[in-house]
Every structure is written in C-alpha cells, then in structure tokens.
C-alpha cells in the first residue's frame, strides 16, 4: 500500500532563509505528487504537483520541488522565506482504490517563520 | 482558478441534532467530491468519496448512517453530521475533482473548512 512520510513534523526558519520540507512515498506504481498548504483554520491550497516530464516542479508563491524517483521523494524547497510563508504543509501522493483516485496524505510539517 | 465554496465556515450545535455542511463547486464541474476530518495539529483523515448520481463510498470506521453525504447535481454535496454529540466535534473540508481534469483524474481544489463544535 502506499504511504507518505514526512520527515518533520516542525521546522523553524528565520525570516529570508532558505527552507526545504521533506517527503518521502511508498509505492510500486507510478504516481502522481503533491504539495499543499493550509493556513489556520482554512482549507487547503495546492502548492504544486508532480504528474510526468520534468523532475523539478515550480508552484505557486516561490516554492519548488523536486521528484527524485531512485529515492522515492519529493522535497519541498524555497530558497528565500517570508513571515506569510508559516503554516501547515502537507505532501500526498494519488493512488488508485477502487474506482477512484485518491490522495494518500502525510501528517504534515509545520513551518515557523521568525522575524 | 478553480473555486470550492464551503458553508458554514463554522457552526456550533447542540448535542443530539444534526447540522449539515455545504460543499460547492462554483465554475466547474465535479464529478467527484471527498470528504475529510482533521482533527487538531494532525493530517487529513479521508472520510467518504462522493460521486455525484451515486451512493458515497465510506472509509474504513466511518459511520455511514452518522456521516450522510448526498451529491445530486455535479456542482453540490452535503454533509450531514447527524445526532451530533462532542466528539464530533472537528474540522471537516471537502474538496472536488473537475470533470474534465484531464492530467490525471486528481482532485485539487479544496473548500475553505467548516468547525463543527458540539456541545
């Protein structure tokens, strides 16, 4: 079965720094990635996704990602952070069950930026 | 880009009634609606799959007859906690595939949540 891991449940960055949010994935198919973003007590917002063709991936508001397939992940990378960049980020990976396609989630990282 | 309207954004109720929750698609079709649980400081917990026309598939430990999800048009599921007690209390967010998705059947656009507290 697939699963996601991400490998940091917290990180704190100060303000500019640059920052990387780690995701590895099980699975023995092919799959498409993603990165979303959900600020407090909102819903969530994609980021970027991984579905074919280029590996490094570049989504909304300055972040990155790259799909490294020997290693099964798909970090999470901003070189330049902002105050407005903290929230809650998570990575999924789309897998088939049953008839639908769905999203296998990881617990999220948690991102504090500091002044 | 796409848009999810969920409403209510929060609701408080009291123990033993039932509240339902709105999921909308405003500029696009959705064949395909989830329904997920999030509990404080933790992921998504996907709840049901809701296919519009048809009855919703539950995950594993989801109580269908508690949790009735209905999705009769391509644009409008509902949620409805029923005999709400406490412990339902959460934060439940809906999210809907666009019908003609054609990158890879996945869903991407999420509803802005709706607090649910009991008490």
């Known amino acids: 079965a697939q699963s996601v891991t991400q490998l940091d449940s917290q990180v704190p960055v100060f303000e500019e720094a640059p920052v990387e949010l780690r995701c590895n994935y099980s699975s023995s198919v092919s799959v498409y990635l993603f990165w979303y973003v959900q600020y407090p007590n909102q819903g969530l917002q994609l980021l970027l996704k991984?579905?074919?063709?280029s590996t490094l991936v570049k989504g909304i508001n300055g972040f990155e990602a790259e799909f490294n397939k020997s290693q099964t992940s798909f970090h999470l990378r901003k070189p330049s952070v902002h105050i407005s960049d903290t929230a809650e980020y998570f990575c999924a990976v789309s897998a088939y069950a049953g008839n639908n396609r769905k999203l296998i989630w990881g617990l999220g990282t948690s991102l504090a930026v500091n002044p | 880009g796409a848009v999810v309207s969920q409403h209510p954004s929060w609701v408080i109720c009291k123990s033993g009634t039932s509240v339902k929750i709105e999921c909308r698609s405003l500029d696009f079709q959705a064949t395909t609606m989830f329904w997920y649980r999030q509990f404080p400081k933790q992921s998504l917990m996907l709840m049901a799959t809701s296919n519009e026309g048809s009855k919703a598939t539950y995950e594993q430990g989801v109580e269908k007859d508690k949790f009735l999800i209905n999705h009769a048009s391509l644009t409008l599921s509902t949620l409805t906690v029923t005999s709400a007690h406490p412990e339902d209390s959460s934060f439940y967010i809906c999210?809907?595939?666009?019908?003609?998705?054609?990158?890879?059947?996945?869903?991407?656009?999420f509803g802005q949540g709706t607090r649910l507290t009991v008490v």
């Open positions: 999210s809907a595939r666009d019908l003609w998705d054609r990158e890879g059947n996945t869903e991407a656009f």
């Open positions: 991984y579905l074919s063709g």
